[in-house]
């Protein structure tokens, strides 16, 4: 192997083969750099001690594969390369055989310069030679096979399920394969193995994972895959706390075998609530601090005094965001600050009234000033602003929204100032470097049905197959008819549903199940399904639910979010061997593509043209 020869071999025969990294002729000697995934060696081939070897070598262009045998040979002091592993040692040529010549490849595997990302992709065996792909491909191996010995240890069976099925829409589109053997008739690829991992814990198999790939026919979104692979695990008889001990043992192992990073288990838990309360969002990057409500540092007057002047609703919290020494800001910042494009797109920057210039608030309201920076701790040099929310009389029906509304625009506002003044400011700087410090958080308890304003119905916010709150039954039972109602109290049932989020990032959603079938149909009943439509689509899977089903839950995780995070990556596509572009198109194999007529005609399909 290229990348194994040490000093102390040196005086040993061996034998290498690879690519021809670099050549470099002079004259009568010529050293070529010899590469393969473990990394290179010199090689030296000298005309007065091999003739033949020498007249091949000459003949050589990067991307050529050759084999060698030779002689390892410690290097003199001055020569020695302390850039690579190898860099003591040379190997003297005493036999080169040529294995496969290479055309000129459109670009290098070692050019400091990367050619344009669909280059790469179209061209990917060229890409994946690359020293940052190499290593991003064996994380990848590490991060599986940890996971894999972690499970197995923990009892869990490795089962397969099938990708060929039928369509139960989870969200996303399914990818439909049509039968030939059954015409007119369809399977669809899995979004995910949700129902037949359910199964599994009614035949007995109480503990499974898999590493499972999954489809999904997602509009085009820069950080989607159309095929993406999952960590897939289910048990029987689980508290939520069950899973999640289950989940840090996992991450724990690949962190710390594929890393060598220790991540801190348990960690920490929060509520759906108070993730949006404190962070504005419910995936909170826990690198930064959270908002503060300040309401409770002031007095009733000083409070009235502030909503007056900066025409704020007193009812609604008054969030004071902070960023750690991302220092003072000019005043031109300051004004910009409302109109950043992601916070912008959340019913515009007017239902917030920003307070951005720290100097003046302390100067106009000196008490209120050091109350609150008492309060949310303000340490020098720290970026403060806070935000309220606006009095504006046109905005009145937005003022009636939920609070939650207003703090995920703070929790907007918040991200996007980190990110303007991470790296200019070291926003990061008290919790260490962002790349390499891990923050995981569980955030439990979130909605059991979402509001969709485009289609004006209540959908499930996790799937149809997640329990709620023993508590909250009563709710789901009186309002179950009423999944076209935007004010009905279905949104206010929770369920026993769960993310693990990192740095900001969701890794993976889970739940406890529904096992009774009673229950099953009442949601479905809730979401507007009707007993015929709910057989039609699940019958075999209620059916199986009548048949003593335990207890139980799981979760999947991303596996190509996690290698992404851990290689430092900035897209999906870096860890991924053969990804597809946004756009789901594989630009190596030119797919998908058109197929004959008389492949249609056997599957009995008809092309319609789509009207120009």
């Known amino acids: 192997m290229c990348g194994a020869l040490r000093a102390s071999d040196a005086g040993k025969k061996a034998v290498l083969m690879g690519w021809v990294n670099r050549r470099r002729d002079l004259g009568s000697i010529i050293f070529i750099d010899l590469r393969d995934r473990t990394g290179v060696t010199q090689v030296v081939v000298n005309r007065e001690l091999n003739p033949s070897a020498h007249d091949k070598a000459e003949q050589l262009r990067n991307e050529y594969v050759i084999a060698v045998i030779g002689t390892v040979k410690q290097r003199d002091r001055d020569t020695v390369n302390k850039n690579i592993p190898t860099g003591e040692v040379e190997l003297i040529i005493e036999e080169l055989r040529l294995l496969n010549e290479s055309k000129s490849p459109p670009f290098l595997p070692g050019e400091a310069i990367l050619p344009n990302e669909e280059m790469r992709l179209k061209y990917r065996y060229i890409d994946l030679r690359r020293d940052a792909m190499q290593f991003n491909i064996e994380l990848r191996h590490k991060v599986s096979k940890a996971i894999r010995d972690d499970l197995s240890a923990q009892g869990f069976f ?41 199964i599994l814990m009614i035949s007995g198999f109480d503990r499974y994972f898999q590493i499972v790939r999954c489809f999904r026919d997602e509009d085009f979104r820069a950080d989607r895959q159309a095929e993406f692979t999952q960590i897939d695990l289910e048990m029987t008889y689980p508290q939520t706390d069950t899973v999640w001990g289950v989940v840090e043992g996992f991450l724990t192992a690949a962190f710390k075998a594929a890393a060598g990073q220790e991540i801190k288990a348990p960690f920490p838990r929060m509520s759906y609530d108070e993730a949006i309360k404190r962070y504005g969002n419910d995936k909170p990057d826990m690198r930064l601090p959270a908002m503060v409500d300040v309401r409770a540092a002031l007095m009733p007057e000083e409070l009235d005094e502030l909503a007056g002047k900066f025409r704020m609703r007193k009812e609604f919290p008054l969030q004071l965001i902070r960023i750690p020494k991302a220092g003072e800001i000019s005043g031109t910042e300051r004004r910009t600050i409302g109109t950043y494009g992601a916070f912008q797109h959340v019913q515009g920057p007017s239902f917030v009234q920003l307070m951005t210039d720290p100097k003046r608030f302390a100067k106009d309201y000196p008490a209120p000033s050091e109350k609150v920076q008492a309060f949310a ?44 003044y991470a790296s200019r400011h ?3 700087e008290k919790t260490g470097d962002p790349a390499k410090d891990f923050r995981f958080l569980w955030v439990s308890d979130f909605p059991m049905f979402e509001w969709d304003n485009a289609e004006k119905r209540w959908n499930p916010a996790h799937h149809p197959f997640t329990t709620l709150h023993e508590e909250d039954m009563a709710k789901l039972e009186a309002n179950i008819d009423s999944v076209h109602d935007p004010k009905s109290p279905l949104g206010e049932i929770r369920a026993l549903a769960y993310d693990v989020v990192l740095n900001g990032t969701e890794l993976g959603s889970g739940s406890i199940r529904i096992h009774r079938q009673d229950i099953q149909k009442k949601i479905f009943q809730a979401l507007g399904m009707s007993d015929d439509e709910a057989r039609a689509r699940f019958g075999f899977f209620l059916e199986a639910l009548e048949y003593g089903t335990p207890p139980h839950g799981g979760i999947a995780l991303g596996l190509d979010r996690i290698v992404m995070i851990l290689a430092g990556a900035e897209s999906l596509r870096e860890v991924i061997p053969f990804p597809k572009t946004a756009r789901a198109v594989d630009l ?25």
Not at 377 to 393: R, T, V
């Open 426 to 428: 070291k926003a990061f």
């Open 377 to 420: 701790k303000i340490e020098p040099d720290d970026l403060w602003l806070l935000a309220g929310a606006a009095n504006h009389p046109e905005k009145a029906a937005v003022m009636d929204q939920r609070v939650q509304h207003f703090c995920e625009k703070c929790g907007f506002l918040r991200l996007d100032l980190a990110q303007k």
């Open 588 to 612: 190596m194999v030119d797919a998908p593509t058109p197929v004959s007529e008389a492949q249609l005609k056997e599957l009995g399909i008809a092309i319609r043209k789509a009207k120009e």
């Open 158 to 198: 490795e089962i397969e399920t099938p990708f060929m099925t039928r369509s139960t829409p989870e969200g996303a589109r399914d990818y439909l394969v049509p039968s030939r053997v059954q015409p007119g008739s369809f399977y669809a690829l899995p979004q995910s193995p949700q129902m037949f991992k359910q």
